[in-house]
T-cell receptor, first 107, second 113 residues
Framework: DAKTTQPPSMDCAEGRAANLPCNHS???????VYWYRQIHSQGPQYIIH???NNETNEMASLIITEDRKSSTLILPHATLRDTAVYYC????????FGAGTTVTVRA | EAQVTQNPRYLITVTGKKLTVTCSQN?????MSWYRQDPGLGLRQIYY???????DKGDVPEGYKVSRKEKRNFPLILESPSPNQTSLYFC????????????FGSGTRLTVV
């Protein structure tokens, strides 16, 4: 059973912020939200994670709702190199990725 | 450089010929895992290991074997490969103590004819 749901695709203009939503309504209290991305057929790359507070690093920001049932990954200034499949997952060591969101950044 | 190394990157083999895909990590991670990726099916976990000599099945373990005799290595064994095991395989590792996400290898593209 899928524990997260994401839109299948989205487009973003270069230089603009990309907001990627993820629903995880059955998240348990000790589960973290993780985001990864995969460029072409390369190995997935870790982006960011959080438990209940908003997080920011050099790649992105993560906003988690107060009830923790959804989150949003924000790429603040998307570039063409951010074109990838983005996965939202709950890291419980039996890690599985769904189909993710295919993000296309257009010039 | 901290990394997960898989070999080979590409492999074409024939049905029934045993093969091993190697995976090695240099980060002293306890946790290692194998995934396969197929079009439209996302990444699916095959096996995982929480430490040396501790392994367990993931979502799609049929037709695969693993072993974890050393902390750094986690080979994936296909005793009798079949065409339905043609796929892109990834190995990943992570540390229990520090929630820093998984590090993935570059992948092994396997074709079984």
């Amino acid at each position: 059973d899928a524990k997260t749901t994401q839109p299948p695709s989205m487009d973003c203009a270069e230089g603009r912020a990309a907001n990627l939503p993820c629903n995880h309504s059955t998240i348990s209290g000790n589960e973290y939200v993780y985001w990864y991305r995969q460029i072409h057929s390369q190995g997935p790359q870790y982006i960011i994670h959080g438990l209940k507070n908003n997080e920011t690093n050099e790649m992105a920001s993560l906003i988690i709702t107060e009830d923790r049932k959804s989150s949003t990954l924000i790429l603040p200034h998307a570039t063409l190199r951010d074109t990838a499949v983005y996965y939202c997952t709950l890291n419980d060591y039996k890690l599985s990725f769904g189909a993710g969101t295919t993000v296309t950044v257009r010039a | 450089e901290a990394q997960v190394t898989q070999n080979p990157r590409y492999l074409i083999t024939v049905t029934g010929k045993k093969l091993t895909v190697t995976c090695s990590q240099n980060m002293n991670h306890e946790y290692m895992s194998w995934y396969r990726q197929d079009p439209g099916l996302g990444l699916r976990q095959i096996y995982y290991s929480m430490n040396v000599e501790v392994t367990d099945k993931g979502d799609v373990p049929e037709g695969y074997k693993v072993s974890r005799k050393e902390k750094r290595n986690f080979p994936l064994i296909l005793e009798s490969p079949s065409p339905n095991q043609t796929s892109l395989y990834f190995c990943a590792s992570s540390s229990f103590g520090y929630r820093v996400g998984y590090t993935f290898g570059s992948g092994t593209r396997l074709t079984v004819v």
